[in-house]
């Protein structure tokens, strides 16, 4: 789900969740993005991640547990695309200053979300272009910024992808579960007639097993 700024009743409503969840981030910091996702840890915590000008924060409540995580974009040092199970391209990694690492996956849009965190990361395009003068930086940073405040959400259209994947994965395992069901009766009906072949002709070796 992407909520980056369709109404100002959802922004109020999910810039106040964003402040009253993580009291470290100032008042004056704007809500720009809001997807939903899971940060992998021992288990998958399904949660929200939470994007501003500043700040990455990620929120999941686990058992009526609170779990949060708070990165400031300055400390930020890599943003990587990850592959969940070294298969799936649904996940973005990221490396802060002090080596810690997060990965966050089930990410519907996940080269949309990478866009948007190497564009609040502008001082890792600065590193790669190590005479681009602070003044430009700052200006582009603000640029970007306001550009993605105001671009259109495709909040919607997200969750009713979300639906129709879990949607698929219930009708493949509908089948997988037919097709076991279907082989153990096969197997049943075989025995039988081996039974009937043998009482027809007590000479008539049974198939061994």
Known sequence: MTLPCPSAQTVSK?????????????KDEILMKVYSCALLRDILLQGRLYISRNWMCFYANLFGKDIKVAIPVVSVRLVKKHKTAGLVPNGLAITTDTGQKYVFVSLLSR????????????????RGHPHTPASCSLTHHRREVNQLISS???????????????????????????????????AFRVCSLEQQLSFLNPNLPLRER
């Not at 999910?14 to 100032?26: A, D, G, L, R």
């Not at 080269?111 to 600065?126: A, F, G, K």
């Open 152 to 186: 259109p959400s495709p909040g919607q259209r997200q969750e009713s992808e979300l639906e129709a994947v879990h949607g698929g994965a219930d009708l493949i395992d509908g089948h997988i579960i037919l097709l076991i069901l279907s082989s153990c009766y096969l």
């Open 14 to 26: 999910y810039n106040s969740q964003y402040h009253k969840v993580f009291q470290c981030v100032p």
């Open 111 to 126: 080269d949309s979300v990478y866009d948007v965190l190497r564009r609040i990361c502008t001082h890792l395009q600065v």
